[in-house]
């Protein structure tokens, strides 16, 4: 089964300018996220998706943060325009409830690491 | 105001031992806890995890023991190999995980010869 896909997998980019990143999740996850990791810290959720639907976008920066995920598979997170704290990995992660445990358990993709100068 | 924490930055250990990393939350609505390992350049692998109907969980060389009334959790390895060597994250959710998570800010295992 193939897993969590992310591009691209690294972005330098100068401050001001804007930037989009690409997931595509596990086939048949309902859910996606999208995490922002900055160095020597955990991630951090940015927005959670259920099927096209926004679940919990409270600590994404609307001011020049925005996501979508059209037809509730592949999903873009942009930035516009970019600050120079932005700098940090971008994880994207998919989960599906399982139906033994009850939980949902979520895996991630390999992240895209972006620099802003 | 961390709500997972991850005291220890770095963890060394002599490979064969047993490793154990701990982890402390302050959210009552957690009940969904998972360990995550992630090396250099890659995304989090998903390791082991414990709902809080239980207070241990076994998978292999790893186990998790969770005690709700500390509100602590550790992951224990025994042993202790090489490939262990990585960064660990605890993250926490409510709601079985049907949220997004909560994770510490890693402690870094070194697995020593």
């Known amino acids: 089964e193939a897993g969590v896909a992310q591009s691209p997998r690294y972005k330098i980019i100068e401050k001001r300018q804007s930037v989009a990143f690409w997931c595509n999740p596990i086939s048949g996850h309902a859910t996606l996220y999208w995490y922002q990791q900055i160095l020597g810290q955990g991630p951090k959720l940015l927005i959670q998706?259920?099927?096209?639907?926004?679940?919990?976008d409270s600590q994404l920066p609307k001011d020049r943060f925005s996501a979508e995920r059209l037809k509730g598979v592949d999903s873009t997170l942009k930035i516009q325009p970019a600050k120079l704290e932005d700098s940090a990995v971008y994880l994207c992660a998919s989960s599906t409830l399982g139906k033994a445990s009850g939980t949902d358990t979520q895996y991630f993709g390999p992240g895209t690491r972006l620099t802003v100068l | 105001d961390q709500q997972v924490k991850q005291n220890s930055p770095s963890l060394s250990v002599q490979e064969g031992r047993i490793s154990i990393l701990n982890c402390d939350y302050t959210n009552s609505m957690f009940d969904y806890f998972l360990w995550y390992k992630k090396y250099p350049a890659e995304g989090p692998t998903f390791l082991i995890s414990?709902?809080?109907?239980?207070d241990k969980n076994e998978d292999g060389r790893f186990t998790v023991f969770l005690n709700k009334s500390a509100k602590h959790l550790s992951l224990h390895i025994v042993p202790s190999q090489p490939g262990d060597s990585a960064v660990y994250f605890c993250a926490a959710s409510p709601r079985g995980g049907a949220d997004g998570l909560t994770f510490g800010k890693g402690t870094h295992l070194i697995i020593q010869p």
């Open positions: 414990i709902s809080s109907i239980k």
């Open positions: 998706f259920q099927n096209n639907g926004v679940v919990d």
